[in-house]
C-alpha cells in the first residue's frame, strides 16, 4: 500500500529555513500526484505546494511564492519542500499527500497521506 512518510520539521527563528523530505514508498511515482499541505491549530488544511506528473509542473499557494521550493528526485521517490525566510506565520504541521493520477488543489482530493512533521517559527 502508499506508505508516505516526512522528515525535517523542526523549530527554527524567523528568517531560518528548513527542508523537509517525504519518503513514499508502495506507488508507481511517474502515475502519481504529490503534494505538501500544512494544518495550524484551530485552522483547515491548506495546500502549499502540488507537483504533478514529472515533467507536468508545480503549483504553489500564494503564501509559499518565491519562498518554498518543492521538488521531487524521482529515482529515490523522495519529494523535497525547501522552505526559505520562515516566518510565525508559518508555524503549522506540515503533510506529503499523493493521489493517483489527478493534481486537483485541496486536501480532500487526496487519499494517500504522512503522518505529517511539525514546524515552528518563533519571532
Known amino acids: 500500500q502508499v506508505q508516505l512518510v516526512e522528515s525535517g520539521g523542526g523549530s527554527v527563528q524567523a528568517g531560518g529555513s528548513l527542508r523537509l523530505s517525504c519518503a513514499a514508498s508502495g506507488l508507481t511515482w511517474s502515475a502519481y500526484c504529490m503534494g505538501w499541505f500544512r494544518q495550524a491549530p484551530g485552522k483547515e488544511r491548506e495546500k502549499v505546494a502540488t507537483?504533478?506528473?514529472?515533467?507536468?509542473?508545480?503549483n504553489y499557494a500564494d503564501f509559499a511564492k518565491g519562498r518554498f521550493t518543492a521538488y521531487q528526485d524521482i529515482n529515490k521517490k523522495i519529494l523535497y519542500l525547501q522552505m526559505n525566510s520562515l516566518e510565525p506565520e508559518d508555524t503549522a504541521m506540515y503533510y506529503c499527500?499523493?493521489?493517483?493520477?489527478?493534481?486537483?488543489?485541496?486536501?480532500?482530493?487526496?487519499?494517500?497521506w504522512g503522518r505529517g512533521t511539525q514546524v515552528t517559527v518563533s519571532s
Open positions: 499527500a499523493a493521489e493517483e493520477f489527478f493534481c486537483r488543489q485541496t486536501a480532500a482530493d487526496f487519499r494517500f
Open positions: 507537483i504533478s506528473r514529472p515533467s507536468v509542473g508545480t
